[in-house]
């Protein structure tokens, strides 16, 4: 058996059309949780929504030691946010019970527009101390907060899983929590961007 399995070609040759959809330098800093192709709005998936008003949504994100993770950017998709009174973005650590590292600013009631997509800066820039699986997160508190642009996945089913989405908190305003405490999977997985 070889190392590449039963596939007889370039690897290389395999993954070219990677390179379409990647920031032209070599020598931009990115993340992001899901492929940029094959994504679809929530607002089209009832049984699957992507935001609850004051609910905190995590995704996980893989972060390299050395990265320095300056801002955020998640998309919308076909609804806007309706009437916002406080929305912001957080990055939370790889430990078993995620600590809140950095988060944006408080956007209060900014508008969030269909089809946009929002960046925003952490108030500091975290410098990521150790390769892992941390968590991007994202809480808008309106009365009917943006679909988002992502993709549906199936929850954990072999042990030791971890959920590709999740919720958690309830009643969130300004102030990102502490921690990711008791977080219930989610099947809609929303499109993240680190830089």
């Known amino acids: 058996m070889t190392q590449l399995g039963g ?10 059309h990677l390179n379409t959809s990647d920031p032209a330098s070599p020598d931009t800093f990115f993340r992001r949780n899901l492929p940029r192709t094959g994504l679809y709005d929530s607002a089209s998936d009832t049984g699957q929504v ?26 919308s998709g076909a609804t806007a946010a309706g009437t916002p009174t406080a929305w912001w973005f957080a990055l939370y650590s790889d430990a078993a019970t995620p600590a809140l590292l950095a988060q944006t600013a408080d956007q209060t009631s900014t508008a969030w527009a269909a089809n946009t997509t ?23 508190t309106a009365t009917t907060p ?47 961007v680190i830089t």
């Open 7 to 16: 596939y007889t070609r370039n690897v290389r040759d395999a993954l070219t």
């Open 50 to 75: 992507a935001l609850a008003t004051g609910v905190m949504t995590s995704v996980p994100i893989y972060l390299i030691a050395g990265d320095v993770v300056t801002n955020l950017s998640f998309r």
């Open 118 to 140: 929002m960046t925003k800066a952490l108030t500091t820039a975290y410098t990521v101390t150790r390769t892992g699986v941390y968590w991007a997160a994202i809480n808008v």
């Open 146 to 192: 943006p679909t988002l642009l992502g993709a549906c996945a199936a929850p954990a089913i072999v042990t030791g899983e971890r959920n590709l989405s999740q919720s958690s908190g309830s009643s969130l305003t300004t102030t990102a929590p502490a921690t990711i405490a008791t977080p219930t999977a989610k099947q809609f997985v929303p499109y993240v």
